[in-house]
């Protein structure tokens, strides 16, 4: 079955960038979505389509792609954007695939 | 605007069934498939299955084939998921979320705020 491996845990400053990554076998020929969950609430799309972002989303949320490598990039780190971030792809074997989830501290 | 609003939260017995719900609105109902994605407590998120409203045409995660069975109301805009056979493990939030694209690579752009199930003796 397919995998998406992510850190547990990314720690940013406030106002500083951070970057978690999402890997998986031949990442780069697929669609990855990235979504916010902040305790006890629903999932809320982010970036879809490797770097698109929907509308309402903040310019400072970014993704990025580079071989089997998925990037998510926050820039000027808010505390409000505490939260677990997931990746998501489509894989015709496995179907839709989460990755485990990586929890980001702004401290 | 669109909205996903699911049913209220529900405690079983292992073996007992359970039915939830997720109405949509504020869209055209047949155009987009509803999936459901589960998540335990203190744990990710898991793919449960997939249906597309305009035909009730379904797909399963094989962990849950057999078990669960997805259905839909076109006159109420409503999709049901039912989970059979419940165990202990099956205590989760369970989500309803709305394909933003007609492609399988698509994302999910709209979620329902979650049911809790819990299945306790």
């Known amino acids: 079955s397919y995998v998406l491996t992510q850190p547990p845990s990314v720690s940013v400053a406030p106002g500083q960038t951070a970057r978690m990554t999402c890997g998986g076998s031949k990442l780069g020929s697929k669609s990855l979505h990235w979504y916010q969950q902040k305790p006890g609430q629903a999932p809320v799309l982010v970036v879809y389509?490797?770097?698109a972002r929907p509308s309402g989303i903040p310019e400072r949320f970014s993704g990025s792609k580079s071989g089997n490598t998925a990037t998510l990039t926050i820039s000027r780190a808010e505390a409000g954007d505490e939260a677990d971030y997931y990746c998501?792809?489509?894989?015709?074997?496995?179907?839709?695939?989460f990755g485990g989830g990586t929890k980001l501290t702004v401290l | 605007h669109v909205q996903l609003v699911q049913s209220g939260a529900e405690v079983k017995k292992p073996g007992a069934s359970v039915k939830l719900s997720c109405k949509a609105s504020g869209y055209t109902f047949t155009r987009h498939y509803i999936h459901w994605v589960r998540q335990a407590p203190g744990q990710g998120l898991e793919w449960m299955g997939i249906?597309?409203?305009?035909?009730?045409?379904?797909s399963y995660a094989q962990k849950f084939m057999g078990r669960v069975a997805m259905t839909m109301d076109t006159s109420t805009s409503t999709v049901y998921m039912e989970v059979n056979s419940l165990k202990s493990e099956d205590t989760a939030v369970y989500f309803c979320?709305?394909?933003?694209?007609?492609?399988?690579?698509?994302?999910?752009?709209?979620w329902g705020q979650g049911t809790l199930v819990t299945v306790a003796s």
């Open positions: 979320a709305r394909a933003g694209a007609a492609r399988p690579s698509s994302y999910f752009d709209y």
């Open positions: 998501q792809v489509w894989d015709a074997s496995s179907d839709q695939v």
């Open positions: 389509d490797d770097n």
């Open positions: 249906i597309l409203p305009s035909g009730g045409i379904t």
